[in-house]
């Protein structure tokens, strides 16, 4: 399972984005200053991959930093932010079935398995175990970016 979600740094992360060696990942948004963790996980809803960003960054261009490293799985399921074609070809590429909705826009819908999807609850859950801790949640220390490894 691949998903990602917006985490909100402290009020006091505003100085972490000037320039420096190790990037903080803290981007404007609507919404304020924010980060994303990107996060692969298995299917017992147990992180394998994390990827931290920008929050302005799209879910399938986290997708494209993590496909390298991805695992083999027999399928992966997304939401309607994975649903890109080149997206879904890398995965047939890599015989991996995607499990993704089609987007609103998509002229001819792509059919998935709605029984696999049921499952992407899981990740979700994980999100939310990991958002439990405020040192992740909204990025309160100025050394968030060791808890969560980036690529």
């Given at each position: 399972?691949?998903?990602?979600?917006h985490l909100k740094p402290h009020r006091t992360a505003a100085s972490l984005l000037k320039k420096r060696?190790?990037?903080r990942r803290i981007g404007r948004t609507k919404g304020g200053l924010n980060s994303k963790l990107h996060a692969v996980c298995d299917g017992q809803g147990r992180?394998?991959?994390?990827l931290l960003s920008e929050g302005q960054m799209s879910d399938y261009r986290g997708a494209a930093l993590m496909l390298k490293v991805l695992p083999s799985p027999k399928a992966l399921i997304a939401?309607?932010?994975?649903?890109?074609?080149?997206?879904?070809?890398?995965?047939?590429?890599?015989?991996i079935t995607a499990c993704i909705p089609s987007r609103a826009n998509?002229?001819?819908p792509i059919p998935h398995?709605?029984?696999l999807y049921k499952h992407r609850h899981k990740i979700e859950n994980m999100f939310g175990k990991l958002k439990d801790w405020r040192r992740i949640h909204t990025r309160y220390?100025?050394?968030?970016?060791?808890?969560?490894a980036g690529i």
């Open positions: 399972m691949i998903d990602a979600t060696d190790v990037p992180p394998l991959i994390m939401d309607k932010g994975y649903d890109a074609d080149w997206f879904r070809e890398a995965l047939a590429n890599r015989d998509r002229k001819v398995d709605p029984v220390d100025r050394c968030a970016h060791t808890l969560v």
